[in-house]
C-alpha cells in the first residue's frame, strides 16, 4: 500500500510540470476549493462548446478536477466522461492530451463510483499506448494504473480487452519512462486478489517475465526507476507460489545474484540516489525463490554473495534500517540446510559482524539467532567454530529482549547443541565467568 501511494504521488509531478508552464507558483500544487454543480456544468459546456477557448475550458477542467468533490459532481454529470473520451479520441493532439490529463485526474481518486466511471475510456487508453509521444504514453499508463488500484470492475474489464498482449508490446520500448509507467501498471495488475488465477498465467504465456528479468538486471546501466517497479512485479510473481518454477527456468536465480553482486560493488563509491529501492525487492525475489524451491541453491554457491550481503547491510544499516531484516532473511535461506555457506559464513569471519545486529529490532535478532542455529546445526564443528568467536558475551543481552521468541530459541538450540559443555569452557576466565553463570 505504501509503494503505491509513493508511486501515485511521484506521477504528480507531471501536474507540477503543468502548474508551472501555465504561471503557478514554481510548480507548487494546492488542491483546489470545490465547486458547485453549477460551476462544474459550465466548465463541461465550455468544453462541449468548441469555441476557441475549449483548451483552456479543459485546462481548468483538469486542475478543478484535482478536487475529491469537484470529481464527484463531474462524474454525475450526464455526458461528463463521453465528453473526455471524445476530446481524448479527437485528431488533435494538443486537445487529446489535456482530456487524458482530466482523466489521468479522475484516475486519483479513491471513490469507486469515479473510477467505474472511467470504464468506457479504459479501450481507448489501451489503444493510445502506442500513442505520438512520451508524456502522453506515460498519462495512459498511469491513468490505467491508478484505475486498476481501485476498481475490480476495471481490471475484470481490461483482461478480455488484452492488456497483457499490450503491455508485452510495450515492453520493448526505448524510454525509460514508458518502461517505469508500464512497471506501475504491471505491478499493480499482479498485486489484485485474482492475479494468481487470472493475471500471472496469462503474464507467463507472454514474453513479459523475461524482458522483466532483463530490465531489472540493468538497472544499474539503464537507470533505476523502471528496475525497481519490475524487480517489484517479479516480487509479486514469487509471492503467488504459482510461478517459481518458470522463473527459475529463466535463470532467474544466477541473474539476481549477478545484480545483488553489482549492487554491492557499486555502494562503497557511487551508488546512485534510491538504490536501497532496489536492492530491497531483489533482496525478496532472491529469499522466497530459496525458501520454497528445492535444489535451487546450488545454482548460486558463490560466497561472495555473503560478502555483498554485509557490504549492503553496512551501507544502510543507518538510513535505511529496512534493508535490515531483507538481507537476514535471504541469509537465513542461504544457510538453512546448506553446509557451503554455513561453512562461508565462518571461513570469512562474518560472524561478529552479524551479531552486532541482534539489537538492530526483534525481527532483526530472531533472524539473527535463526542463522546462527542453522550453522550450528550443521554439527559439534560447526559449534566449535561458533565458540572460537567472542559470540557468548554478544548472545547474553538477547536473553533480556520482551518478545520470548528470541530467548526461547536461543536456549533450546543451546541445550541440544551441548551448550552446557561450551559454558564449562568459560567457568575459568575471570571476565566471563559472570556471564556464564546467567546463562
Known sequence: AALRKARRQFFWLLREDTAAE???????????????????????????????????SLSHLRRALQNKETQQKFVRLDGS???????????????????????????????????????????????????????????CLYTLGNLIVESEAVRKQLLPQGIIPVLASCIQSPH?????????????????????????PLVLDSVLPQHMLRLVCSGLKAGTGAAVEFAWCLHYIVCSHTANAALLSLGALPALTSL???????????????????????????GNLLAEETGCEGQ??????????????????????????????????????KPFFCSALLSLDLLPALLQLLPCSQMAGVLVLTILCN???????????????????????ALTLPHPSPLAQAAADFLRQGGHGALEQHQSTPELQEQARAL
Not at 273 to 280: A, D, I, P
Not at 375 to 397: D, I, N, T
Open 260 to 286: 545483488l553482486l553489482d549492487l554491492a560493488s557499486e555502494i562503497p563509491q557511487n551508488a546512485p540516489e534510491g538504490l536501497e529501492l532496489l536492492v530491497c525487492p531483489v533482496l525478496r525475489c532472491l
Open 22 to 56: 501555465e504561471g503557478g507558483q514554481d510548480g507548487a500544487e494546492i488542491v483546489p476549493d470545490p465547486l458547485s454543480e453549477a460551476e462544474v456544468l459550465e466548465l463541461l459546456r465550455g468544453v462541449q462548446r468548441g469555441s476557441e477557448d475549449r483548451r483552456r
Open 300 to 337: 548460486i554457491e558463490d560466497e561472495r554473495l555473503l560478502i555483498a550481503l554485509f557490504l549492503i547491510l553496512q551501507c544502510f544499516l543507518q538510513q535505511h534500517p529496512f534493508i535490515i531484516p531483507e538481507c537476514l532473511w535471504l541469509l537465513n535461506n542461504l544457510t538453512a540446510d
Open 375 to 397: 550453522v550450528a546445526e550443521k554439527g559439534p564443528a560447526y559449534c566449535q567454530q561458533q565458540h572460537w568467536q567472542p559470540s557468548l558475551p554478544l548472545l547474553l543481552p
Open 81 to 139: 466522461i463521453r465528453t473526455l473520451i471524445g476530446l481524448f479520441t479527437s485528431s488533435l493532439a494538443d486537445m487529446q492530451l489535456e482530456a487524458v490529463r482530466c482523466l489521468h485526474e479522475l484516475s486519483h481518486s479513491s471513490d469507486p463510483a469515479v473510477g467505474e466511471a472511467c470504464l468506457p475510456a479504459t479501450s481507448y487508453l489501451l489503444t493510445y499506448l502506442s500513442g505520438h509521444s512520451v508524456e502522453f504514453t506515460e498519462l
Open 176 to 200: 525509460e519512462a514508458v518502461l517505469e509507467g508500464l512497471g506501475y501498471v504491471l505491478s499493480q495488475l499482479l498485486q489484485a486478489k485474482e492475479s494468481p488465477a487470472e493475471i500471472i
